[in-house]
């Protein structure tokens, strides 16, 4: 298997496809977005992420990696599209990976290997995916092998994680599997574990879901501490202190495209007995109208009152805007007649402009840290004294050192903390 056909150039398909290349493979990065198609044989990317310039610039380089719009004949066929939520029931939306399947099917050959990476409710492979490669007239498990083999990166480490970490291979049968084996054997320097499809699929849910479940259970301890006028975040270094204990970070909610997505996927398939499971979303789903009630208490009724919001995406050092609970922050605090400056060091595009750091501060009542960016930590808070309107601070990722801040004047408070 020489040859490979990634279906999707986003956040995993693009870094995929370029190891792959890297690794010899001739490759061909399919995407609907022509900007991106052109961004990419041009030797450029569209995603902030370490290293993947120079790979993608290499690989291209080479003649092992092209893009185009459009599918051709492959030995090999992955398929990382997204699998969004629909946002009026919070429903998988199957559908970018149902075209994508259907647009390989002409082109499938016997002893063919197609591979879904996008992570998928549990049973798509079989149920979805498989009935239609079968319309090719080619018998799954003899003539045309099919495989789920999730990602588990984290944005900000993925070409790293790609090829250290673990990686799960699902067959739809033992022949499907061994043959997904030995194609991520090609750069993959963890280890690679066997398993049936759908629990292939289950297992990227729970890995998920687990992360989300125990963020929850920190944010409503977080909300309980702040009730209790006490500091969550002692509350939790102490607790963790315990040798089976490991309380998770509190936020202003949950983001990306896995963490705050998956979970549904079992609450729409299991919904009397995802109970735990619900809650945790609702819980976190709920962390942005929280963070706007303080904010808003922290403003006081000032007259035409100014925040400056301080990061957009939604983990620290990234620019990924998916499912940001600091998107939902701006807009409902707009919303209620607040003028919001935003500052992001890594994003470049955004729903609305951005501003430079000064500008961001001038004539603020509240600055409001919304994203973890590591650079933050060095803004000279008595420099943003001169510019500000009202000190006050309110830090919902615990990032920043409070007491260099109250030195400056500024009223520190911070998410999980009753204290002032």
Known sequence: MKTICVMGLGYIGLPTASVFASNGFQVLGVDVDRQVVDAVNAGHVHIEEPGLKTLVSAAVGSGNLRAATAPDKADVFIVAVPTPLNDDDKTA????????????????????????????????????????????????????????????????????????????????NDTSAQLAKELYAAFVEGEILLTEITTAEMVKIVENTFRDVNIAFANETALLCESLGIDFWQVAELASRHPRVNVHRAGPGVGGHCISVDPWFLVEQFPQDAALIHAARLRN??????????????????????????????KGNVDDLRGSPALAVVESLRAEGVNVAVHDYFVRQAPFELAG????????????????????????????????????????????????????????????SGRA
Not at 162 to 167: K, T, Y
Not at 287 to 309: F, N, Q, S
Not at 376 to 399: C, G, I, N, W
Request: charged letters at 25%; proline letters at 6%; hydrophobic letters at 45%.
């Open 93 to 172: 939306d199957m559908r970018f990976v149902r075209e994508a399947t259907e647009a390989i099917v002409p082109l499938l050959e016997p002893g063919g290997l197609v591979i879904l990476e996008s992570t998928s409710p549990p049973g798509t492979c079989r149920n979805l995916v498989a009935p239609i490669l079968e319309t090719s007239g080619l018998e799954l498990g003899r003539d045309l092998y099919l495989a789920h083999c999730p990602e588990r990166v984290l944005p900000g480490r993925i070409l790293s994680e790609l090829i250290g970490n673990d990686r799960i291979v699902g067959g739809y």
């Open 357 to 416: 750091l000064d500008a961001c501060f001038e004539n603020a009542d509240c600055v409001l840290l919304l994203t973890d960016h590591a650079d933050y930590k060095y803004v000279d808070p008595r420099q943003v004294a001169e510019l500000v309107r009202t000190r006050a601070l309110f830090d919902t990722r615990h990032l920043l050192d409070h007491d260099d801040w109250r030195a400056a004047g500024f009223a520190v408070m911070l998410l999980g």
């Open 285 to 314: 789903d709920a962390m942005p109208a929280h963070v706007v009630r303080r904010t808003l208490e922290i403003l006081g009724g000032a007259d035409h009152p100014k925040v400056a919001a301080l990061g957009l995406a939604f």
